[in-house]
Protein backbone atom coordinates (compact mmCIF):
# COMPACT_ATOMS: atom_id res chain seq x y z
CA UNK A 1 0.00 0.00 0.00
CA UNK A 2 1.23 3.45 -0.89
CA UNK A 3 0.25 6.27 1.23
CA UNK A 4 0.33 10.28 0.25
CA UNK A 5 -0.14 13.28 1.13
CA UNK A 6 -0.96 16.31 -0.99
CA UNK A 7 -0.43 20.16 0.11
CA UNK A 8 -1.99 22.66 -2.64
CA UNK A 9 -3.51 26.05 -2.08
CA UNK A 10 -6.17 25.09 -4.63
CA UNK A 11 -8.10 22.79 -2.83
CA UNK A 12 -10.90 21.70 -5.14
CA UNK A 13 -7.73 20.56 -7.48
CA UNK A 14 -6.26 18.70 -4.71
CA UNK A 15 -9.48 16.82 -3.77
CA UNK A 16 -9.80 16.06 -7.84
CA UNK A 17 -6.55 15.00 -7.85
CA UNK A 18 -6.46 12.84 -4.91
CA UNK A 19 -10.24 11.16 -6.65
CA UNK A 20 -8.20 10.92 -9.52
CA UNK A 21 -5.29 8.61 -7.79
CA UNK A 22 -7.75 6.68 -5.46
CA UNK A 23 -10.04 6.00 -8.65
CA UNK A 24 -7.10 4.57 -10.72
CA UNK A 25 -4.82 3.24 -7.73
CA UNK A 26 -6.36 0.57 -5.96
CA UNK A 27 -3.08 0.18 -3.90
CA UNK A 28 -3.16 3.95 -2.88
CA UNK A 29 -4.42 5.47 0.26
CA UNK A 30 -4.84 9.23 0.91
CA UNK A 31 -3.39 10.28 4.33
CA UNK A 32 -4.59 14.11 3.91
CA UNK A 33 -4.89 17.22 2.30
CA UNK A 34 -3.79 20.52 3.18
CA UNK A 35 -3.69 24.20 1.76
CA UNK A 36 -0.88 25.47 3.77
CA UNK A 37 2.00 24.15 5.66
CA UNK A 38 0.04 24.20 9.08
CA UNK A 39 1.74 22.85 12.26
CA UNK A 40 -0.98 20.20 12.17
CA UNK A 41 -0.75 18.77 8.80
CA UNK A 42 3.26 18.73 9.18
CA UNK A 43 2.40 16.95 12.58
CA UNK A 44 0.27 14.34 10.56
CA UNK A 45 3.28 13.70 8.60
CA UNK A 46 5.86 13.42 10.55
CA UNK A 47 3.45 10.99 12.60
CA UNK A 48 2.39 8.94 10.17
CA UNK A 49 4.78 9.19 7.48
CA UNK A 50 3.49 8.97 4.03
CA UNK A 51 5.41 7.42 1.03
CA UNK A 52 4.91 10.43 -1.54
CA UNK A 53 4.41 13.77 -0.50
CA UNK A 54 2.51 15.78 -3.70
CA UNK A 55 2.68 19.31 -3.83
CA UNK A 56 4.00 22.70 -5.84
CA UNK A 57 7.65 22.86 -6.47
CA UNK A 58 7.61 26.04 -3.81
CA UNK A 59 5.98 23.77 -0.89
CA UNK A 60 8.98 21.07 -1.50
CA UNK A 61 11.45 23.80 -0.89
CA UNK A 62 10.00 24.95 2.81
CA UNK A 63 9.05 20.86 3.37
CA UNK A 64 13.00 20.20 3.54
CA UNK A 65 13.52 21.55 6.86
CA UNK A 66 9.99 20.15 8.48
CA UNK A 67 10.06 16.89 7.58
CA UNK A 68 11.74 14.12 9.33
CA UNK A 69 11.06 11.29 7.30
CA UNK A 70 12.17 9.91 3.77
CA UNK A 71 9.75 10.21 1.26
CA UNK A 72 9.03 10.14 -2.95
CA UNK A 73 8.20 13.45 -4.05
CA UNK A 74 6.01 14.94 -7.08
CA UNK A 75 5.63 18.24 -8.18
CA UNK A 76 2.52 19.59 -9.14
CA UNK A 77 3.46 21.80 -12.19
CA UNK A 78 2.28 25.15 -12.86
CA UNK A 79 -0.27 24.29 -15.86
CA UNK A 80 -3.56 22.79 -14.38
CA UNK A 81 -4.05 21.05 -17.27
CA UNK A 82 -1.16 18.57 -17.09
CA UNK A 83 -1.66 17.78 -13.39
CA UNK A 84 -3.92 14.86 -12.99
CA UNK A 85 -2.44 11.97 -15.48
CA UNK A 86 1.16 12.48 -14.87
CA UNK A 87 0.74 12.91 -11.11
CA UNK A 88 -1.91 9.96 -10.83
CA UNK A 89 0.64 7.74 -13.63
CA UNK A 90 3.74 8.20 -11.35
CA UNK A 91 1.96 6.57 -8.24
CA UNK A 92 0.64 3.52 -10.10
CA UNK A 93 3.66 3.07 -10.97
CA UNK A 94 5.25 3.68 -7.29
CA UNK A 95 2.23 1.15 -6.21
CA UNK A 96 3.55 -1.91 -8.75
CA UNK A 97 6.70 -1.65 -7.00
CA UNK A 98 6.44 -3.57 -3.78
CA UNK A 99 10.08 -2.61 -2.83
CA UNK A 100 9.45 0.74 -2.94
CA UNK A 101 7.02 1.01 0.10
CA UNK A 102 9.33 -1.50 2.08
CA UNK A 103 12.83 0.32 1.60
CA UNK A 104 11.09 3.50 2.55
CA UNK A 105 9.57 2.09 5.79
CA UNK A 106 12.54 0.60 6.60
CA UNK A 107 14.48 3.41 6.33
CA UNK A 108 12.26 5.05 8.38
CA UNK A 109 11.97 2.94 10.96
CA UNK A 110 15.98 2.65 11.60
CA UNK A 111 15.81 7.20 11.70
CA UNK A 112 13.44 6.44 14.63
CA UNK A 113 15.34 3.76 15.84
CA UNK A 114 18.52 5.64 16.06
CA UNK A 115 16.86 8.61 17.13
CA UNK A 116 15.06 6.64 20.04
CA UNK A 117 18.44 4.91 20.76
CA UNK A 118 19.89 8.14 21.15
CA UNK A 119 16.80 9.36 23.46
CA UNK A 120 17.49 6.17 25.60
CA UNK A 121 21.02 7.10 26.20
CA UNK A 122 22.56 4.84 23.75
CA UNK A 123 26.09 6.38 23.21
CA UNK A 124 25.66 5.84 19.12
CA UNK A 125 29.38 5.63 18.83
CA UNK A 126 30.19 2.74 20.51
CA UNK A 127 29.99 -0.65 18.03
CA UNK A 128 27.82 -2.62 20.48
CA UNK A 129 25.07 0.22 20.15
CA UNK A 130 25.43 -0.33 15.80
CA UNK A 131 25.50 -4.52 16.98
CA UNK A 132 21.95 -3.73 18.78
CA UNK A 133 20.55 -1.43 15.98
CA UNK A 134 21.13 -4.17 13.32
CA UNK A 135 19.78 -6.90 16.27
CA UNK A 136 16.41 -4.58 15.97
CA UNK A 137 16.01 -3.82 12.06
CA UNK A 138 16.97 -7.49 11.78
CA UNK A 139 13.79 -8.27 13.67
CA UNK A 140 11.60 -5.46 12.17
CA UNK A 141 12.10 -7.12 8.75
CA UNK A 142 11.31 -10.01 9.90
CA UNK A 143 8.34 -10.01 12.36
CA UNK A 144 7.62 -13.60 12.06
CA UNK A 145 11.04 -14.64 13.79
CA UNK A 146 10.33 -16.81 16.81
CA UNK A 147 12.43 -14.22 19.28
CA UNK A 148 13.62 -16.16 21.97
CA UNK A 149 16.78 -16.75 24.29
CA UNK A 150 17.59 -19.60 21.98
CA UNK A 151 16.93 -17.98 18.89
CA UNK A 152 18.64 -14.85 20.06
CA UNK A 153 21.79 -17.13 19.85
CA UNK A 154 21.35 -17.31 16.10
CA UNK A 155 20.70 -13.74 15.51
CA UNK A 156 23.98 -13.17 17.13
CA UNK A 157 25.27 -14.79 14.70
CA UNK A 158 23.91 -13.26 11.80
CA UNK A 159 25.22 -9.80 13.05
CA UNK A 160 28.67 -11.20 13.82
CA UNK A 161 28.73 -12.72 10.43
CA UNK A 162 27.66 -9.30 8.96
CA UNK A 163 31.21 -7.59 10.25
CA UNK A 164 33.12 -11.14 9.88
CA UNK A 165 33.58 -11.06 13.80
CA UNK A 166 32.78 -13.37 16.48
CA UNK A 167 29.54 -14.03 17.92
CA UNK A 168 31.63 -13.44 21.89
CA UNK A 169 32.54 -10.08 20.63
CA UNK A 170 29.11 -8.83 20.09
CA UNK A 171 27.76 -10.05 22.63
CA UNK A 172 30.76 -8.48 24.62
CA UNK A 173 30.51 -4.58 22.85
CA UNK A 174 26.19 -4.68 23.16
CA UNK A 175 26.58 -5.65 26.87
CA UNK A 176 29.06 -2.65 27.16
CA UNK A 177 26.90 -1.00 25.20
CA UNK A 178 23.58 -1.61 27.86
CA UNK A 179 26.03 -0.98 30.84
CA UNK A 180 26.65 2.57 29.54
CA UNK A 181 23.11 3.17 28.78
CA UNK A 182 22.31 2.22 32.45
CA UNK A 183 24.79 4.91 33.78
CA UNK A 184 22.84 7.64 32.53
CA UNK A 185 19.72 6.14 33.26
CA UNK A 186 17.36 6.53 36.31
CA UNK A 187 15.83 2.87 37.73
CA UNK A 188 12.00 4.14 36.79
CA UNK A 189 13.30 5.09 33.48
CA UNK A 190 14.54 1.86 32.51
CA UNK A 191 11.69 0.11 34.73
CA UNK A 192 9.08 2.01 32.69
CA UNK A 193 10.73 1.54 29.04
CA UNK A 194 12.04 -2.34 29.47
CA UNK A 195 9.93 -3.67 32.42
CA UNK A 196 12.67 -4.05 34.89
CA UNK A 197 16.10 -2.55 36.12
CA UNK A 198 18.79 -5.03 36.45
CA UNK A 199 19.58 -7.52 33.83
CA UNK A 200 18.43 -5.74 30.65
CA UNK A 201 19.36 -7.92 27.97
CA UNK A 202 18.84 -7.54 23.78
CA UNK A 203 15.75 -8.99 23.68
CA UNK A 204 14.28 -6.33 26.04
CA UNK A 205 15.40 -3.51 23.88
CA UNK A 206 14.23 -5.30 20.96
CA UNK A 207 10.82 -5.87 22.29
CA UNK A 208 10.61 -2.25 23.93
CA UNK A 209 11.59 -1.03 20.55
CA UNK A 210 9.00 -3.15 18.11
CA UNK A 211 6.09 -3.05 20.23
CA UNK A 212 6.21 0.24 21.17
CA UNK A 213 6.65 1.74 17.37
Known amino acids: MITYFIF ?9 LSNAILKSNSNAQAIGIS ?7 IHSCNT ?10 S ?3 KLLDKLHFNYYSIIIPQNEGLVTLPITNKVKKLTRDIRFSQKLDSNNFKKYTIAKLEKSKFNVALSGTRYLLDCIMYIYANPYYNLNRTTMKNLYWLIAHKYSINTDIVIWNIRT ?4 MCKYTTQKYRTDLYGLD ?6 HI ?7 N
Open 8 to 16: SNDLILANN
Open 35 to 41: KTLSKSS
Open 48 to 57: LLPHVIIATK
Open 59 to 61: MHK
Open 177 to 180: AINE
Open 198 to 203: YGITTL
Open 206 to 212: IKAFIIS
